[in-house]
């Protein structure tokens, strides 16, 4: 019987990856967003903001 122990790194607060995994490096937030934990798969558009393609995490966030 083998065990193996998966580890994987948690992006900081700031950045995001798109999936829960080691296979990609943290992404930075796109301008005008944030994350609201650590560990995040997206960044949230700040107060105001919006994406004009919601289904574009990478894309920035702009004003209304």
């Known amino acids: 019987?083998?065990?193996r122990f998966l580890l994987i790194l948690?992006?900081?607060m700031g950045t995001y990856k798109s999936t829960v995994s080691?296979?990609?490096l943290c992404q930075t937030c796109p301008l005008n967003s944030h994350?609201?934990?650590k560990g995040a798969t997206f960044c949230q558009c700040n107060h105001g903001?919006?994406?004009l393609n919601s289904s574009l995490i990478d894309s920035a966030?702009?004003?209304r």
């Open 49 to 51: 903001f919006f994406r």
């Open 10 to 12: 948690v992006c900081p």
């Open 22 to 24: 080691n296979n990609q």
């Open 61 to 63: 966030c702009i004003g």
């Open 35 to 37: 994350t609201i934990e």
């Open 1 to 3: 019987f083998e065990t």
